[in-house]
């Protein structure tokens, strides 16, 4: 039974209490908060006053996925959150190993987000460390777009690694999950699924997130 964390990217922002609501009731686990720059991606979502709104209202733990420029900065602003999982991109991060110490100080989950082209070998020397790793199933910035199939192939290939160093990371999976790839994913070794089109969009979106905890 995966861990289901409904991306809040695709919500109602009119009615976020309302939605936060409704995740509360539902058999969602985590809350996926999706934070943009404008530089790292090419689009900007929300950040933390938004956020610290949201948070009143959760009764989960929140999933974190910042996807800007220098997350190291924003560690104990994420951590005040109350924050779960904080998860930041390899790809804007030189100093990886140092961030991941900072988030674990901070008391958090600390993960790292891999883009559709960065290979899952680059974590050889840091997967030990890690409590997370979240591969993107389409390139980061829009909610509802389509499913990389490659990513598939590439989860397996994380399970792998994983596997092989005895390795604690949970694998998440973000971009184009629904039931369909999300049943594909759960079999190629995947702990985590972040829906946010596929609950939101979906007639029941409890319902839907039912639908991805039976995978
Ligand atoms: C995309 C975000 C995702 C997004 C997923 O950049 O990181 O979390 O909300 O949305 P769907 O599930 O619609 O692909
Ligand atoms: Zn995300």
Known sequence: MPIVS??????????????????????????????????????????FPVMQAMAKHARKPLDVHLMIERPEKFVEQVKALGAHVMN??????????????????????????????????????????????MLMSVNPGFGGQKFIEHCL????????LIDRRHAKALIEIDGGVNVTTGAQLVKAGADV???GSAVFSAKDPAAEIHALKQL
Request: glycine share 6%.
């Open 6 to 47: 409904p991306s809040l990217l695709s919500a109602d922002f009119g009615h976020l209490a309302q939605d936060i609501e409704m995740l509360n009731h539902s058999e969602a686990d985590w809350y996926h908060l999706d934070v943009m720059d404008g530089v790292f991606v090419p689009n900007i979502s929300f950040g």
């Open 88 to 133: 930041v991109h390899y790809e804007a991060c030189p100093h990886l190993h140092r961030v991941v110490q900072q988030i674990k100080n901070a008391g958090m989950l600390a993960g790292v987000t891999l883009n559709p082209h960065t290979p899952v070998s680059v974590l050889e020397d840091i997967i030990d460390d890690l409590d997370l790793v």
């Open 153 to 160: 192939e590439k989860t397996a290939r994380l399970r792998e």
């Open 193 to 195: 699924l972040v829906a």
